[in-house]
């Protein structure tokens, strides 16, 4: 690591820490004893998206948090919990450890993180990610959603009573 101060390549660390998923460390160039920080990331594989039709296309973060922004739109979900839903999501499509992923599968992981969050942002997500065609249909979607949730509530219930 070069000093930024005198460029001499001789620098030792004194502190190391996790910082937003990187590695802060603080150094001193044996050189000229000014101290300065570096921050280290993981490179990650590049991750392709494979659509429905077929085409293939860079995964963007941005797009992922978007598509959730939109379904969280007026609802009472602070930024923050959409952010770290958004990060939770592509974390674990790095952690898969596969070049590709289905688009299908991503909108899955978004799917059951937004179920336990919000029930409107969910069946708004799901609207679009399984393209509801018609109000039946979303109607279907609704019902299913309320029996998945009172058989949650259920075992809820029972959980406390056990304890």
Same mark, same amino acid.
């Given at each position: 690591m070069k000093c930024p101060? !005198?460029?001499?390549? =001789? +620098?030792? $660390?004194? =502190?190391?820490?996790?910082?937003?998923?990187?590695?802060?460390?603080?150094?001193? !160039?044996?050189? !000229?004893? #000014?101290?300065?920080?570096?921050?280290?990331?993981?490179?990650?594989?590049p991750l392709t998206v494979i659509k429905r039709d077929g085409r293939? #296309?860079?995964?963007? +973060?941005?797009?992922?948090?978007?598509?959730?922004?939109?379904?969280?739109?007026?609802?009472?979900?602070?930024k923050e919990k959409v952010e770290t839903l958004?990060?939770?999501v592509e974390r674990e499509l790095y952690e898969m450890g596969q070049p590709e992923v289905q688009s299908a599968l991503i909108g899955?992981? $978004?799917?059951?993180?937004?179920?336990?969050l =919000?029930?409107?942002?969910?069946?708004?997500?799901? +609207?679009?990610?399984?393209? $509801?065609p018609d109000v039946d249909t979303l109607a279907e979607e609704i019902e299913d959603y309320k029996e998945w949730k009172k058989r949650e509530e259920e075992l809820e219930a029972q959980l406390r009573l056990s304890l």
């Open positions: 101060y !005198c460029s001499s390549g =001789d +620098s030792r $660390v004194i =502190d190391t820490r996790e910082a937003r998923g990187r590695i802060r460390r603080r150094r001193e !160039c044996i050189n !000229c004893h #000014q101290r300065f920080t570096t921050y280290e990331m993981i490179a990650t594989v293939r #296309q860079p995964f963007e +973060s941005g797009k992922l948090a978007n598509g959730i922004r939109r379904a969280c739109a007026k609802r009472p979900i602070s958004a990060e939770e899955r992981l $978004v799917l059951e993180r937004l179920r336990e =919000d029930d409107v942002a969910y069946l708004r997500f799901a +609207s679009v990610h399984r393209r $509801v």
